[in-house]
């Protein structure tokens, strides 16, 4: 893993009627916050702030602005309709393209019978890929289609689109995908890229923009359909936020309107998929980790993609439990090849030169070709250059060249579109965004393709060699909570062009590190890992829950001091707040010493004191016994990170005996059970002065005597008297004694230690 390097905005000086305007937002807390977040963003006038806030306020754009391409498309369904025309609808089997052909096929299917004169199409994704081809369009013309409407898919399908113009049928195109050089000949192409890229309507995507054609066709022909245009938000929402595309003007709008929708949708396949990622439809991270992830999986995992659109739109509960299912057996199973391939790719790049490499273009003839992209986002992320990795384990439909096909994803806002287009004479297919790409090539031009596209990059100067990871805010531990995360939610939706925010804990380390698989829906172990920590600073007595996806313990260094990026989250599991890891990096030792400070000159021993004879100068003051070495070592690394002086200022304990503490805790167990009232943890620990660990001990060891305790909610602890005692052995009161012993031993010795121990042992450290 590379080392990172963050890069943390300024501080700005906020306007008082900025902050006036967010204080009717933000309930009952400051919302200083992200007050920084939306002014360093560009969000600074009162007109735009208000509208990113209320969405009622906000004033969504016509689907006319399309401009004459929109007008032609409606004039071309009115026809179809007077004269009775078979119409089908050309999606594709991504999360976009299957939730825009099931929004055409509800929007259009108010206009035109289903089955009768509407029908759909999703290409294979392993036999046909991505877009118009012939051996489609034939069929459809033998069915007797004379219309064809795109969605997510046909800008660039020239030659397939004369080939359907010579069958008899007319195409609309409705995309967002890059134009070709040359307009298609269609009856109309409805696709926001022509707009300038300022326009509201400039990023959305393919589910959106055919949206914004049921739109218009609901405003020309307002008597026809019985059911609300609002209806089909949910799957805009799901299409929307599921794609790369930035949640920016209209794009925002419709992903806010939408998950209003998804929030009392009737769907009993999006209800049933809900359920299965136990979200509830609240936030766009029950799309991006919960829906999305899915609906993309069946593709990816099948190759048909079609029953995703009987999964969104029909309304038999039966059915859509079924489909609903087979949907997730996809996604655990793409999370196991997932994983697998990720191996495999780490494996082979420890034989490559990242020194000289500014792209990496990986092939083997083992991986399945629909799991690429999702392996190659991870490790662009992770070794921060693009990355394409390409398969020849199917061969496409009809082609009598071997090919390699596979995906694309980019970093750092470097174009892949134009990057992998440069190299577009060595290429069979290619379509994608700035940002991710599909592509197919002749094997025979792999290596010539891996050195062009390098060589291209190399050109245009980027620094690839430290991942450049940017912070929003700087806090420390104690600020993660329930409180930020309501402030933060102010920003979302959340996605491209407006990111989570990403919060820097500087001078943190890491406890409790597990690492396990998931789980699927049936409680079966998944091969997908992620990994589950503590999270601490001197800011905190008690750590914060978080975890790391698809990473082992080992990539995390335990009890040493770091920098860590992470995102708050809500655990639906857990009902509480987590921080998502995001990114961390070890603080090296010689960066500390190279403070010019020493053990001999940086520790200070006022162990004697009384607290009002305690400095109230800028010293940092440790005022409770550590228990380990380390815990002290990593203390005095604070300090000095801090340039500041570490001063031992606790006092001599007047503990009660171990047998007392065990006789108190008792009580205070008999006094929970008969009132029936909780505690929290934290309390008990400080009341009783005994570790987490202990604590733990003692719990097990009241329930050999009858008690049983419950977790009411995070931290929270009922107490029940319901059994008699265990009449003989009580191991766990033994071991809670026993621990106790060791932990009030090493206290006593931290009172104890002279001070130029102390300092010997912090040098050898």
């Given at each position: ?214 739109e218009a066709l609901y405003e020309s022909l307002p008597n026809i359909p019985q059911q609300s245009l609002e209806t ?450 934290s309390h008990l620990k400080e009341k009783l002065d005994l570790s987490d660990n202990t604590l733990t001990l003692g ?67």
């Open positions: 893993m590379l080392d990172n390097q963050w890069q943390i905005p300024p501080i700005f000086p906020i306007p008082d009627w900025f902050l006036e305007i967010l204080d009717s937002y933000t309930e009952d807390y400051p919302g200083l916050y992200v007050a920084q977040l939306l002014w360093g963003r560009g969000i600074q006038d009162a007109k735009t702030l208000i509208g990113f806030l209320d969405i009622e306020e906000y004033v969504p754009s016509s689907p006319f602005d399309f401009g004459k391409e929109m007008s032609w498309a409606v004039e071309r369904l009115k026809k179809a309709l007077e004269t009775g025309e078979k119409i089908s609808i050309w999606g594709d089997f991504d999360a976009d393209g299957v939730t825009a052909t099931s929004v055409l096929w509800e929007g259009l299917g108010q206009f035109f019978p289903q089955e009768l004169q509407l029908s759909y199409y999703i290409p294979h994704r392993f036999r046909e890929s991505h877009g118009l081809n012939r051996q489609g369009i034939l069929k459809l013309a033998q069915q007797g289609i004379t219309l064809i409407v795109t969605c997510d898919t046909g800008s660039t399908n020239l030659e397939e689109i004369n080939y359907a113009h010579g069958l008899g049928i007319d195409i609309i195109v409705t995309d967002h995908h890059t134009l070709a050089d040359k307009r298609p000949q269609v009856v109309a192409l409805i696709n926001p890229r022509y707009l300038p890229t300022s326009h509201p309507l400039y990023h959305l995507s393919g589910v959106a923009v055919a949206y914004k054609l049921v089909l938000l949910d799957l805009v929402a799901i299409g929307l936020i599921a794609d790369l595309v930035q949640l920016k003007g209209d794009c925002r709008y419709l992903a806010q309107r939408g998950i209003q929708q998804l929030q009392k949708s009737t769907r009993p396949g999006v209800i049933r998929l809900l359920e299965l990622c136990k979200r509830t439809g609240d936030r766009q991270t029950d799309i991006s980790f919960g829906i999305g992830p899915r609906i993309n999986a069946v593709s990816r995992i099948y190759g048909d993609a079609h029953f995703c659109v009987e999964l969104l739109t029909s309304r038999d509960v039966k059915y859509c439990d079924k489909l609903a299912t087979e949907t997730e057996l996809a996604n655990t199973r793409r999370k196991e090849l997932q994983q697998n391939i990720l191996k495999q790719v780490k494996k082979k790049l420890a034989r490559v030169d990242l020194s000289t490499t500014y792209v990496l273009v990986l092939e083997d003839s083992q991986w399945p070709a629909g799991i690429l992209g999702l392996v190659a986002g991870q490790i662009a992320q992770e070794y921060n250059r693009p990355v394409i990795l390409l398969s020849t384990s199917e061969e496409e439909q009809n082609c009598p060249i071997k090919l390699a096909r596979g995906s694309a994803r980019s970093v750092q806002n470097i174009d892949l579109y134009q990057l992998v287009l440069s190299q577009s004479h060595l290429l069979h297919r290619f379509g994608g965004h700035p940002l991710a790409a599909g592509l197919s090539l002749p094997i025979e031009n792999l290596s010539l393709f891996q050195e062009g596209i390098n060589q291209k990059l190399r050109q245009q100067g980027i620094n690839l060699t430290v991942p450049k990871v940017e912070a929003d805010l700087v806090i420390t531990v104690a600020e993660l909570g329930r409180a930020l995360f309501r402030e933060l939610k102010l920003i979302e939706p959340c996605g491209m062009g407006n990111p989570p925010a990403k919060l820097l804990i500087k001078n943190c380390w890491f406890k409790n590190i597990r690492q396990n698989n998931s789980q699927d829906f049936r409680g079966k172990k998944v091969a997908y890992i992620k990994t589950t920590f503590e999270l601490w600073d001197n800011s905190v007595e008690e750590g914060f829950r978080g975890m790391w996806w698809g990473h082992y313990q080992e990539d995390l260094p335990p009890e040493k001091l770091c920098d860590a990026v992470v995102e708050l989250d809500y655990n639906n599991y857990t009902k509480d707040c987590e921080a998502r890891l995001i990114a961390v990096k070890e603080i090296q030792e010689q960066n500390i010493v190279e403070s010019g400070l020493s053990a001999r000159d940086s520790l200070l021993d006022w162990r004697d004191k009384k607290d009002d004879e305690l400095p109230t100068s800028s010293l940092m003051l440790l005022e409770k016994n550590p228990q380990s070495w380390a815990e002290l070592y990593r203390v005095y690394c604070q300090a000095i990170a801090k340039q500041e002086k570490l001063t031992l200022s606790y006092h001599k304990s007047s503990l009660l005996s171990n047998i007392e503490t065990w006789k108190q805790l008792l009580g205070i167990a008999k006094y929970l059970a008969r009132t029936k009232t909780t505690v929290t943890r719990l097990m060891a009241l329930s050999e005597q009858g008690f049983s305790h419950y977790i009411i909610e995070p931290q929270q602890i009922r107490l029940n008297f319901n059994n008699l005692p265990a009449p003989n052995s009580h191991p766990f009161l033994t071991a809670f004694l026993d621990g106790l012993a060791e932990e009030r031993f090493k206290c006593q010795y931290f009172e104890q230690v002279p001070l130029d121990i102390i300092q010997e042992v912090l040098i050898d450290s």
